[in-house]
């Protein structure tokens, strides 16, 4: 981790409330899809932690929803705009553990099954291309509360993936929860291995469905890199910190 | 008043040596000496980032070199295991936050026996030891505990934590209370004891007053101010725990002003802090009278902000004319 300079070469409006701002600059030292960048922003004092949807090793991609005014400043900003950005932060998910669950696994596991539930879904598109590049197609299921939160179809399907999609109103895709499709596959695919993040509602209940996997956690967060102990949470190998410990968590070790 | 021990008063009149911190910079830098004395604990500097706000050092560390650091106020401890309060923990306001992390830390036994040593390794000079507890007898464990530690310097006892045997009232609201515990921690350790004063009191300089009528060997100040923020879409308090406390650049005048008042009223050395975020934060702090000066939310905000402060002092003192930085202690009468 260290702090970098990036500079706003896009700023790409996806929904009315949703955000992908393409920042370049020194990305080299991203090591694993899931882990996140903390933006100092003017005129606020903590920095907005943000997971990184997409990144090679001069540019990264962030996807956000203006929730607050910190994300509603930092979707007006100017391209050309440089940012102070703390990265890379937290664990990310880990590509070597899918694949040695899927080696271990029989056959009808083949595919690790990908669940990004709204705003949760970048660091699962930045996943599913990390798997790609590893010659492993996951099955993405992608759950949002309306058509008018519906992101990132379009990538997904550009990189050879057809994303399951729900929406809890039935106005786009399957009507319903993510779980409804997953149960589904887990007929077929009973020991699936899961990768998701999203709400944490939606986390619970994929935890109480799948074998095993990795979960990515959301919490309120000071520092970003393990001072402030503002994000800790029990786990069964003791406390850890959702920033530096996490934000991804193994299915076995969570305590809800 | 002159608020400056006998020991300070000898450093003062040493011959402006180089300070340490400052052995590589160029060569004009040098005269400026940063130096000061905490009862007989010459500091290279008097920047110290602040208990709560740097953990034992380790993810600084893979930052900067931190032995730069005039000292370290490591987590503050208490005898047992805590996890703290539950989540969220943090709300941010205008030039701050509130945080009601709750005290989380591993325990008297395990802050010894292994966070430690792990400082030792990337910090080599003496830490401030910042104690808590829920009772006298907690400050007692913790004190005893820290006294066998030949890395700890100073012992800091956190007093703004309530009193599970009067009601929860903060020991540090009370000048007897405050008084009570400095005795009792003094009576288990001969390290330099350093009283943690809250600012939700009346009488700020009062309570110092009675910790130092207690033997205290100085004055840290101030702790956060208590503060609440209220998430209006959900008519909930953003904090799980309701209230936590404040810190940031937006208590700065709050603390200076505190640490004014008890270096009026005190003559052991104070550590001043409280929204210090600039070398310029620091030498104010210094002319309200404080020796050292340490360094919390900044921290958070930017990881690298102790070493840009120690970077920078040098050049401050030279466009101030100050070239040994003890004589801006308490300078303004």
């Not at chain 1, 949002?144 to 997904?156: A, C, G």
Request: net charge neutral; hydrophobic share 40%; aromatic share 6%.
């Amino acid at each position: 981790m260290k702090e970098q300079i990036l500079t706003i070469s896009s700023i790409e409006k996806l929904q009315d409330d949703i955000f992908k701002t393409v920042l370049i600059g020194d990305c080299s030292e991203i090591s694993a899809p899931g882990q996140f960048i903390n933006i100092k922003l003017n005129g606020f004092f903590l920095r907005r932690p943000v997971s990184i949807a997409d990144y090679t090793e001069n540019s990264l991609t962030i996807i956000y929803k203006t929730v607050g005014k910190g994300t509603k400043y930092m979707s007006t900003l100017p391209v050309g705009k440089s940012l102070q950005v703390l990265m890379p932060l937290g664990n990310g998910f880990s590509l070597e553990k899918i694949e040695k669950a899927l080696s271990h696994s029989l056959s009808d596991a083949a595919a690790p099954v990908l669940i990004g539930g709204g705003i949760g879904l970048p660091p699962i598109f930045s996943l599913a291309k990390g798997l790609m590049k590893r010659g492993i197609t996951p099955v993405v299921i992608a759950g949002f509360n309306s058509k008018s939160d519906v992101i990132l179809e379009n990538e997904f399907k550009a990189i050879g993936i057809s994303p399951i999609i729900t929406t809890v109103d039935g106005t786009y895709g399957k009507k319903g929860l993510v779980t409804e499709p997953f149960s589904e596959l887990l007929l077929k695919l009973h020991r699936a291995y899961v990768c998701t993040c999203g709400p944490e509602p939606m986390l619970k209940a994929i935890h109480q469905l799948a074998a095993d996997g990795q979960f990515s956690f959301e919490a309120r967060m000071a520092c970003g890199f393990g001072a402030c102990m503002g994000c800790s949470c029990k786990t069964k190998y003791g406390n850890k910190r959702i920033c530096t410990d996490g934000p991804i968590l193994e299915k076995e070790e969570i305590i809800w | 008043m002159v608020n400056l021990s006998a020991m300070e008063k000898e450093s003062q009149t040493m011959s402006f040596q180089p300070s340490y911190a400052n052995q590589n910079s160029s060569p004009d830098k040098r005269i400026f000496d940063t130096r000061v004395n905490l009862c007989g604990l010459t500091l290279d500097n008097p920047v110290i980032p602040a208990s709560g706000t740097f953990g034992y050092g380790q993810e600084f560390a893979k930052l900067y070199d931190i032995n730069i650091l005039g000292s370290i106020s490591f987590k503050g401890t208490t005898p047992n295991e805590r996890f703290g309060n539950p989540l969220p923990r943090i709300a941010e306001c205008p030039q701050g936050m509130l945080n009601s992390v709750g005290l989380q830390n591993p325990g008297v036994e395990v802050v010894t026996a292994r966070e430690l040593p792990e400082l030792a390794k990337i910090y080599s000079k003496p830490v401030i030891a910042n104690i808590s507890g829920f009772s006298i007898e907690d400050y007692v464990t913790c004190a005893k505990a820290m006294d066998k530690e030949n890395q700890v310097g100073i012992i800091e006892v956190n007093i703004s934590c309530p009193n599970v045997h009067n009601g929860g009232m903060a020991f540090g609201t009370s000048a007897r209370e405050a008084a009570e515990v400095t005795e009792a921690v003094m009576s288990v350790t001969s390290k330099p004891v350093f009283m943690k004063l809250s600012p939700n009191v009346t009488d700020v300089a009062g309570i110092a007053k009675a910790c130092e009528d207690a033997g205290a060997a100085g004055i840290s100040l101030i702790n956060t101010l208590l503060g609440m923020r209220i998430d209006i879409n959900r008519r909930k308090p953003v904090l799980a725990n309701k209230m936590g406390g404040f810190s940031g650049p937006a208590i700065f005048p709050v603390a200076l002003r505190m640490v004014y008042q008890v270096s009026q009223a005190v003559d052991i050395p104070i550590i001043g802090m409280g929204g210090v975020s600039s070398a310029d934060d620091v030498i104010e702090m210094m002319m309200a009278g404080a020796t050292a000066v340490q360094i919390g939310a900044a921290n958070l905000v930017n990881p690298y902000i102790c070493k840009e402060i120690i970077e920078e002092l040098p050049e401050k003192m030279k466009a101030l004319g100050i070239q040994n930085i003890n004589e801006i202690i308490g300078v303004i009468e």
